[in-house]
């Protein structure tokens, strides 16, 4: 496996983690973005594109947060994180706390950057779409 992929992707996860949302030295400039499901799914494309794919995110939420559960190499280029995700709606004002708030992030790596990213506010929709089976029993976690 390419356990460089699983670093950067790490990375990445570490400063969302923190609440850093800046950076996009990690993103190839014309990387697909994808809103798989949730409330506003979409598709963007190039780091303009991720950037307005990211505000429809955070712009629904008040301290919003994601933080990884656990890692997953699925081949030579994709990492799959399973996520659970904080906040409140600016609108609903529901907790994510108080409903299952776990979903799952997909990267696509090529060359250090991510090519394609999908993130997914339901987990078991992503597992399905990647023919997962279950959650459990990953050496990458």
């Known amino acids: 496996m390419a356990s460089g992929n699983l670093d950067l992707v790490r990375s990445i996860h570490l400063a969302w983690e923190r609440g850093d949302w800046t950076s996009v030295?990690?993103?190839?400039?014309?990387?697909?973005?994808?809103?798989?499901?949730?409330?506003?799914?979409?598709?963007w494309t190039g780091l303009d594109g991720l950037e307005e794919g990211w505000r429809?995110?955070?712009?629904?939420?008040?301290?919003?947060?994601?933080?990884?559960?656990?890692?997953?190499?699925?081949?030579?280029?994709?990492?799959?994180?399973?996520?659970?995700?904080g906040g409140r709606g600016k609108t609903s004002g529901i907790e994510l706390e108080q409903m299952p708030a776990k979903g799952a992030g997909l990267f696509h790596v090529r060359d250090g950057r991510v090519t394609r990213a999908v993130t997914y506010f339901?987990?078991?929709?992503?597992?399905?779409?990647?023919?997962?089976?279950?959650?459990?029993?990953?050496?990458?976690?």
Not at 28 to 40: K, N, R
Not at 59 to 66: I, M
Not at 123 to 141: C, V
């Open 56 to 85: 429809s995110i955070l712009g629904a939420w008040d301290n919003f947060s994601v933080k990884a559960e656990q890692y997953r190499e699925l081949d030579d280029q994709r990492v799959l994180v399973l996520l659970r995700y």
């Open 25 to 43: 030295a990690w993103a190839d400039p014309e990387i697909e973005y994808v809103i798989a499901d949730g409330p506003a799914p979409g598709h």
């Open 122 to 141: 339901d987990r078991k929709r992503a597992l399905a779409d990647l023919g997962l089976a279950s959650e459990a029993g990953s050496p990458h976690s």
